[in-house]
Nanobody, 125 residues
Framework: QVQLVESGGGSVQAGGSLRLSCAASGRTFSSYDMGWFRQAPGKEREFVAT????????YYADSVKGRFTIHRDYAKNTVYLQMNSLEPEDTAVYYCAAGLGKRWPQYGTWEYDYWGQGTQVTVSS
């Protein structure tokens, strides 16, 4: 069992930056690929970024490539999403997820086993 708690959301103007954190409980953090997803009002949850259990591989949605960076800290059992050059279209609830999937990269919601409660990101123009 893994529990995930996100933090770091907030309101920012377009062009600004935010860093989201996701703290994972348990001693099996290194066993999971970790992902970030987001869901805007009236839309389906969509993939944002993922990092492999080794930390050696990352994969991003085209919409955030070059602006967002995912990384993980094994000492703190935490995965981060650094978001730069934010746009109003990035406004959504952001969710952290952990998965033991059999393929790489995992970009489907069905491929993740545990989810956090979400944190709101609002970008104003």
């Amino acid at each position: 069992q893994v529990q995930l708690v996100e933090s770091g959301g907030g309101s920012v103007q377009a062009g600004g930056s935010l860093r989201l954190s996701c703290a994972a409980s348990g001693r099996t953090f290194s066993s999971y690929d970790m992902g970030w997803f987001r869901q805007a009002p009236g839309k389906e949850r969509e993939f944002v970024a993922t990092i492999s259990r080794s930390g050696g591989s990352t994969y991003y949605a085209d919409s955030v490539k070059g602006r967002f960076t995912i990384h993980r800290d094994y000492a703190k059992n935490t995965v981060y999403l650094q978001m730069n050059s934010l746009e109003p279209e990035d406004t959504a609830v952001y969710y952290c997820a952990a998965g033991l999937g059999k393929r790489w990269p995992q970009y489907g919601t069905w491929e993740y086993d545990y989810w956090g409660q979400g944190t709101q990101v609002t970008v104003s123009s």
